[in-house]
């Protein structure tokens, strides 16, 4: 488990507020979800938990450090323990899906075996094994978002962090990938989303909700 502590943060970017002044603290399990239009700053605000950017004011203060100390090697260290997905999975485009999924546990220096064994289970529980030789610009983009998912839970990270991790996935894919969140969560794994998918947010039964709006942050 980690904890995100946000104190007054505020993001601007060319003098345009991304983020004013968030106050919040996600700790503990569970999911926590964040809602809100296109460009309201739920994203500005998942980058800060894994340290993309500082805030310009305030703090953002994770497992008692702020980032505004955290060196490069604290930050890869940090992110050691996430799993992130980024809008539109963001793939190494070279690399098959197999690749792209089984590389986080390659830099860990788990076995080649070992690997293989979970890179497949994650593969087949998100029901994507069937595009594991593909390259990503062969995939769907619904299938692009669950590949990017794999990619992110397969090393078992202490906290998933995923910017709109259903977003061109059709109502029954969604219900599927909330089942699999929430059996995540129930095994340990700290989920902080974003999303503005109706589907996904009354799926997730008892996560704790949070609106964005204009870049301020409310709960419920």
Same mark, same amino acid.
């Given at each position: 488990?980690?904890?995100?502590?946000?104190?007054?943060?505020?993001?601007?970017?060319?003098?345009?507020?991304?983020?004013?002044?968030?106050?919040?603290?996600?700790?503990?399990?569970?999911?926590?979800?964040?809602?809100?239009?296109?460009?309201?700053?739920?994203?500005?605000?998942?980058?800060?938990?894994?340290?993309?950017?500082?805030?310009?004011?305030?703090?953002?203060?994770?497992?008692?450090?702020?980032?505004?100390?955290?060196?490069?090697?604290?930050?890869?260290?940090?992110?050691?323990?996430?799993?992130?997905?980024?809008?539109?999975?963001?793939?190494?485009?070279?690399?098959?899906?197999?690749?792209?999924?089984?590389?986080?546990?390659?830099?860990?220096?788990?076995?080649?075996?070992?690997?293989?064994?979970?890179?497949?289970?994650?593969?087949?529980?998100?029901?994507? =094994?069937?595009?594991?030789?593909? $390259?990503?610009?062969? %995939?769907? &983009?619904?299938?692009?978002?669950? *590949?990017?998912?794999? #990619?992110?839970?397969?090393?078992?990270?202490?906290?998933?962090?995923?910017?709109?991790?259903?977003?061109?996935?059709?109502?029954?894919?969604?219900?599927?990938?909330?089942?699999?969140?929430?059996?995540?969560?129930?095994?340990?794994?700290?989920?902080?989303? =974003?999303?503005?998918?109706?589907? $996904?947010?009354?799926? %997730?039964? &008892?996560?704790?909700?949070?609106? *964005?709006?204009?870049? #301020?942050?409310?709960?419920?």
């Amino acid at each position: 488990m980690m904890t995100f502590d946000l104190r007054s943060a505020t993001v601007v970017y060319d003098a345009i507020p991304a983020l004013e002044a968030a106050t919040c603290t996600f700790d503990g399990g569970g999911i926590h979800v964040m809602t809100g239009a296109t460009g309201a700053g739920k994203t500005t605000l998942l980058r800060l938990l894994y340290v993309d950017v500082v805030p310009t004011s305030g703090e953002v203060i994770i497992d008692g450090t702020s980032t505004r100390r955290m060196s490069t090697k604290a930050i890869r260290q940090l992110r050691q323990r996430m799993g992130i997905v980024q809008q539109h999975g963001r793939l190494m485009g070279d690399l098959t899906v197999y690749d792209n999924v089984i590389m986080p546990l390659a830099a860990r220096g788990m076995s080649r075996t070992e690997a293989n064994k979970r890179c497949l289970e994650v593969l087949a529980d998100l029901n994507v =094994s069937y595009v594991r030789h593909k $390259l990503p610009h062969q %995939l769907s &983009g619904g299938e692009r978002h669950l *590949v990017a998912l794999a #990619r992110a839970v397969v090393g078992s990270p202490d906290v998933l962090l995923a910017d709109e991790p259903t977003g061109t996935l059709d109502p029954a894919t969604t219900t599927s990938v909330a089942s699999y969140l929430t059996d995540l969560a129930t095994r340990g794994t700290q989920i902080i989303l =974003s999303t503005h998918s109706q589907t $996904l947010l009354t799926s %997730l039964q &008892g996560a704790l909700v949070y609106s *964005v709006s204009e870049g #301020r942050l409310r709960q419920g």
